[in-house]
């Protein structure tokens, strides 16, 4: 019997469990509540996920499938986790760092309000930016999809537990140096800017709503970074890819409301997390458990 894939990519299950068991017995402290009918939905997909993940694992000609079923619910789940984890290290109320982010914009040459503006100017390229800010849940299933059909074995494993390590950086570092967004300096009001204020305030009695909350690094540039490393080698998918991540740099400041600062550092910690993913599946140490484990659940 071949070795199915939900046995073989267990160091990300782990990462996830590790990572829901920290944010778990955090907010059991902080006593943070979430929205319902949002959370409820993405509990029943994760069921769904797993129980497919779970039973395609069984069948030796299903694999592909159960990779593809594995990492829809790694990634759903790994997602709801780490947005709440973000909400936790905003309780912590450090002092804000917009000034700074701005100055290090002007330092580097680069005017927020200037380049937004002009993007505003111009109806077509909001047109454009808007659906493309809003593209990594769809770009991550179809890329999880097409990876697990027809990519290179392990290659799911690396850009997952890629994705995960940058989310995880990306949270440290936004707790030392939390920031509302340069629509803070301008005085603009942004969609999550109730939700920060009430979250460092400590006054949360309500449910909370989903919503992204961190400045710096940005997360969506590391997603970019990393959406384009996943179809590496890929003659027909990557330049496409390379294209809309491209253009999701770009929506990442003016969209999303991001300092030209937080998108470098996002970059970074892409290019950071993507290279100890390798690291990680490619030492010789970790092959070697990943092997025992894998015949003890069974494999050849």
């Not at 790994?78 to 912590?92: E, N, P, R, S």
């Not at 309000?113 to 109806?123: D, V």
């Not at 390798?278 to 050849?300: D, F, H, K, N, V």
């Amino acid at each position: 019997m071949s070795l199915s894939f939900f046995k073989y990519d267990m160091v990300p299950v782990m990462l996830v469990a590790s990572m829901g068991v920290t944010t778990t017995i955090w907010n059991a402290f902080a006593g943070l509540q979430w929205v319902a009918p949002e959370s409820s939905t993405m509990i029943l997909a994760l069921w769904v996920a797993c129980a497919m993940a779970i039973f395609l694992s069984k069948l030796t000609s299903f694999e592909r499938l159960a990779e593809f079923a594995t990492y829809v619910m790694l990634f759903s789940l790994y997602g709801m986790i780490a947005l709440q984890l973000t909400y936790l290290t905003a309780t912590t109320d450090l002092p804000l760092q917009d000034r700074l982010f701005a100055a290090a914009d002007a330092s580097l040459g680069l005017d927020w309000h200037t380049w937004t503006l002009t993007a505003f100017a111009h109806p077509f390229a909001i047109k454009v930016l808007v659906p493309v800010y809003e593209s990594p849940p769809f770009q991550t299933l179809v890329l999880t999809g097409v990876l697990a059909l027809c990519g290179p074995r392990g290659r799911n494993r690396e850009f997952f537990t890629s994705m995960l390590l940058a989310c995880f950086a990306t949270t440290i570092i936004s707790i030392a140096v939390p920031a509302f967004g340069p629509s803070e300096i301008f005085g603009i009001p942004g969609g999550w800017h109730a939700v920060l204020t009430e979250l460092r305030s400590g006054d949360y009695r309500v449910p909370m709503p989903y919503i992204g909350i961190i400045s710096f690094p940005s997360f969506h540039a590391s997603m970019a970074v990393l959406f384009t490393a996943a179809v590496r080698g890929n003659r027909y998918l990557f330049v496409p890819t390379f294209c809309l991540n491209a253009i999701l740099l770009i929506a990442t400041v003016v969209i999303g409301y991001h300092y030209f600062v937080d998108v470098l550092a996002g970059v970074t910690i892409a290019f950071a997390a993507l290279y100890c993913a390798q690291a990680i599946y490619s030492s010789p140490l970790t092959s070697s458990r990943l092997e025992e484990s894998l015949i003890e659940l069974g494999g050849p």
